[in-house]
C-alpha cells in the first residue's frame, strides 16, 4: 500500500582530487570520496480504499505506521583511490563502498519489515591497453567477501555469500568507427 505522503531529507559531500599539489610524483595518483546522509520518513493512513471486483471499491481499517521509505538507506559512502600512467593507457583503481541497513520488505500490521544489512564492498580494476584499438581489464570484486544478510525483528532471515569475482575482457574499437556529434 502506498502512503499518502513521505519526507526524503539529506546531503552529500564528494571531495575528488589529483595528489599532485602534494609532490609532483604523485600527478598520476588520484582520491575520491563521496558521503551521503539520508533522512527518510513515510507515513502510512489508518484507511486504504481497495477494488474488490463484483463488489467494488471497499474501505479496510490500516495500522498507522511510521517507517523510512523502502530501499532508503541512512548513509551511503563511496571512495576511490587510482592510479594512471601520463597517456592514460595504464591504470589502477581500488573502489570502497559501504551503505547503511535499508528496508528490502515493507513488513505489516502483523509482521516486521525486513532489512537488508548494510555491507561494504572493495574492488579493484586494473586496465591496459593494448595497442591502439584494444584494451584489456582485470576487475576483483567484493574483495571482503561481504555477506548478504537480511533480517526481520532483529533476526536473520535469509543471507548467503557470493564470494568474491574475478573477471578479465577485452574490448576493441575500431578506428574508423568514431561517433561524430551532429551540430
Do not use: C, H
Not at 498507522?64 to 538507506?73: K, V, Y
Not at 591497453?129 to 537480511?150: H, P
Amino acid at each position: 500500500m502506498n502512503a499518502g505522503t513521505a519526507n526524503n531529507l539529506g546531503t552529500e559531500f564528494e571531495i575528488r582530487s589529483d595528489l599532485g599539489f602534494l609532490s609532483e610524483s604523485l600527478e598520476n595518483f588520484g582520491l575520491n570520496f563521496n558521503l551521503t546522509l539520508v533522512d527518510s520518513e513515510v507515513e502510512t493512513g489508518a484507511v486504504a480504499q481497495i477494488f474488490v471486483p463484483g463488489s467494488g471499491p471497499l474501505e479496510i481499517d490500516v495500522v498507522s505506521q511510521e517507517r523510512r521509505l523502502q530501499g532508503q538507506s541512512p548513509y551511503v559512502v563511496n571512495a576511490g583511490a587510482n592510479w594512471a600512467t601520463s597517456s592514460g593507457r595504464t591504470s589502477v583503481t581500488l573502489l570502497f563502498n559501504r551503505f547503511g541497513p535499508r528496508i528490502s520488505q515493507v513488513g505489516s500490521q502483523f509482521l516486521e519489515s525486513v532489512f537488508e544489512e548494510g555491507r561494504s564492498q572493495f574492488d579493484l580494476v586494473f586496465a591496459q591497453a593494448v595497442g591502439s584499438q584494444v584494451s584489456a581489464k582485470l576487475s576483483a570484486t567484493n574483495l571482503l567477501s561481504a555477506d548478504y544478510r537480511f533480517t526481520q525483528g532483529g533476526d536473520l532471515l535469509r543471507g548467503w555469500q557470493p564470494g568474491r569475482a574475478f573477471s578479465l575482457s577485452l574490448s576493441w574499437q575500431p578506428v574508423g568507427e568514431r561517433q561524430e556529434t551532429k551540430r
